[in-house]
């Protein structure tokens, strides 16, 4: 057979625990005999992180934003435990939060439609994804209890300029009060990340805020969203898809009603309620992938899982399991099908898609792993092992 050559690299980040097992046998079993491709390979296992004092992270970071496209596989980020069960020198930060900063990226989820899995939300034919600010806010706010009367004020002192002073309110009795805060920067990068992805997938734009009660916050990131989206107006043309701007109550209205095939964009707190809302919607974490995008157009592909850390432990043991490695093997296709678009060819593409129709096809046959059981109609009678899973998508992907 002979091999499907991809023009230029892809930069992959190894992982840690189950995933980083499912990891390589989809590398060896399903890319590697198919593909030609030059992978620009870093281990960011938690002992190799431990090793470079974490300098591999940030080169991972900078290949992405060099080449263009990176996949990655699911790492541990550090707790006290970690630090003793790995041995490490301290409680490394967090490597997505830091390949995040350096691409000054916006991170997408999307879940994977399949006929046979039923979402709890009847209406949900496509996916609906999710895209959360991540930056300020109550994630970056100062909280203060007041405990008896007195006068609460926001007070500005710019670098020049007279002082100004806002009342927050004259407290009679006790309560409490939040200050928080965003930059016109980063409301900016995200709404040119989230404006790179919906043009890139060619879906509808929604954004969502309460301007109508934050006339000055709020109606900030509204104006910097629209200020962006008229810029790309004949990109949106050109796509054909459409930028609508909603309140946040009315879009989760009509969200819940649609058939899916947007993105929508929400703040932080917004986005941390409904990409949970909307994961649960769809049924499981393992058919759940999630896409980093720099607003200048590079691109990051991963499971939106973790190490499914458990299920190591039980395969440390030597006793077999059934994880789903759907969502990495989508973080794969993801990579591999941008990198075909990006070079402009279109076998690259088409072999990622004939790997995720493999994937489908198995799910539809009822060859699932144990999580997706429930979840089906029909259901099937029983399930693969982690390997058999993947073993069936390769005979099927040889098949055709
Ligand atoms: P997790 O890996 O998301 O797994 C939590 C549970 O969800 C699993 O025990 C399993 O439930 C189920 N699950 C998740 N993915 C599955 C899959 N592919 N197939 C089948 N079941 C799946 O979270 P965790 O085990 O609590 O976290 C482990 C490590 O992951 C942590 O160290 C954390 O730092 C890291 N993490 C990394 C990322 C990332 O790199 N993007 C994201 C989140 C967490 P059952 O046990 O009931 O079968
Ligand atoms: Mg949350």
Not at 256 to 264: D, H, P, R, T, V
Not at 338 to 343: F, N, P, T, V, Y
Not at 349 to 377: H, N, S
Not at 386 to 395: Q, Y
Request: glycine share 8%; proline share 4%; aromatic share 10%.
């Amino acid at each position: 057979m002979t091999k499907i050559r991809v023009l230029n690299p892809i930069v992959e980040l190894d992982g840690d625990e189950m995933t980083r097992v499912i990891w390589a046998m989809i590398k060896e079993r399903l890319i590697l005999p198919f593909l030609d491709v030059d992978l620009k390979y870093f281990d960011l296992g938690v002992q190799n992180r431990d090793e470079t004092d974490d300098r591999i992270t940030a080169e991972a970071g900078q290949a992405i934003r060099h080449f263009g496209v990176g996949v990655k596989c699911a790492t541990i980020t550090p707790d006290a435990e970690r630090v003793s069960e790995y041995r490490l020198k301290k409680e490394w930060p967090s490597p997505n939060g830091q390949i995040r900063s350096i691409l000054d990226g916006t991170v997408f989820r999307k879940p994977i439609i399949v006929r046979t899995i039923i979402p709890a939300v009847r209406s949900w034919k496509k996916p609906i994804i999710i895209g959360r600010h991540a930056y300020g806010d109550i994630y970056r706010g100062v909280e203060l209890k007041v405990d008896r009367p007195g006068k609460v004020e926001l007070v500005y002192t710019p670098t020049e300029g007279p002082e100004r002073r806002v009342l927050v309110h004259d407290f009679a009795g006790p309560g409490v009060v939040m200050g928080m805060h965003n930059l016109e920067k980063s409301i900016r990068s995200f709404a040119r990340a989230c404006i790179a992805y919906a043009l890139s997938e060619r879906i509808e734009l929604w954004f969502s805020m309460k301007d109508t009660i934050s006339k000055q916050y709020h109606a900030f990131f509204k104006t910097v969203f629209s200020e962006e989206a008229a810029a790309r107006k004949a990109d949106f043309e050109r796509a054909g898809i459409a930028y609508r701007y909603m309140l946040i109550d009315d879009a989760a209205a009509q969200m819940m009603k649609s058939a899916g095939n947007m993105l929508w964009a929400v703040s932080n707190y917004d986005g941390d309620v409904f990409s949970d809302v909307v994961a649960a919607g769809f049924g499981s974490l393992g058919m759940m992938t999630s896409v980093l995008v720099s607003p200048d157009g590079k691109f990051e592909f991963e499971a939106a899982h973790g190490t499914v850390r458990r299920h190591y432990y039980e395969h440390l043991k030597g006793r077999p399991t059934s994880t789903n490695s759907v969502a990495s093997i989508f973080a794969w296709t993801g990579g591999i099908k941008k990198r075909g678009e990006l070079d402009g060819t279109p076998s690259v593409v088409a072999f990622a898609e004939r790997l995720e129709a493999a994937v489908i096809g198995c799910i539809e046959a009822g060859i699932v792993t144990k999580d997706l059981v429930p979840l089906m109609e029909p259901r099937p009678t029983g399930y693969q092992s982690t390997e058999g899973f993947i073993a069936a998508v390769e005979d099927r992907l040889t098949a055709v």
